[in-house]
């Protein structure tokens, strides 16, 4: 995915006798929301200085999400660059290109004989070869406003 999701696919995974169930979003959206749910948790002074208790968790959120931000924006040139060679070609590129973790918002983690936790849902990153099975939509609870606008 490289463009915003704002209400990417649900998926229900399982693994490690969890259940996690959220939307799927782009790594460096993930990253980008996440630093901006942290910076919104400390004081930010004028001119960008972080009263940051925990230790720079927002900066470091921050660098991250803007490097892959530009793997983004590499990735979509070399995919323009190259959408014209041979198939056998662009298949050996895209398994290179293959995806390590997962990133979800409002995701809600099941465990047997728990309430799902959080109730309002959180960004979730898991390994993907962690993840024993899978299936689209959500489990439980209502869908997101955006969803919910999205279908009228």
Known sequence: MSEIQDDGPG???????????????PDWQWFDEVEHTA???????????????????????????ESLVQARDEHRAAREATEHLPDRYTRLIAQE?????????EA????????PLPVAGM???GRMSEVSG????HLGGEPSAATAQNNV
């Open 11 to 25: 998926v229900v995974l399982t693994l490690g006798g969890l259940i996690v169930s959220g939307s799927v979003i």
């Open 39 to 65: 910076r919104a948790a400390f004081v930010v002074h004028t001119g960008g200085s972080i009263d940051d208790e925990h230790g720079g968790w927002a900066s470091l959120f921050e660098g991250v999400a």
């Open 97 to 105: 290109d293959r995806n390590t973790y997962i990133h979800l918002r």
């Open 108 to 115: 809600r983690v099941i465990a047997p004989g728990v309430s």
């Open 123 to 125: 960004y979730w990153r």
């Open 134 to 137: 899978w299936s689209f939509g």
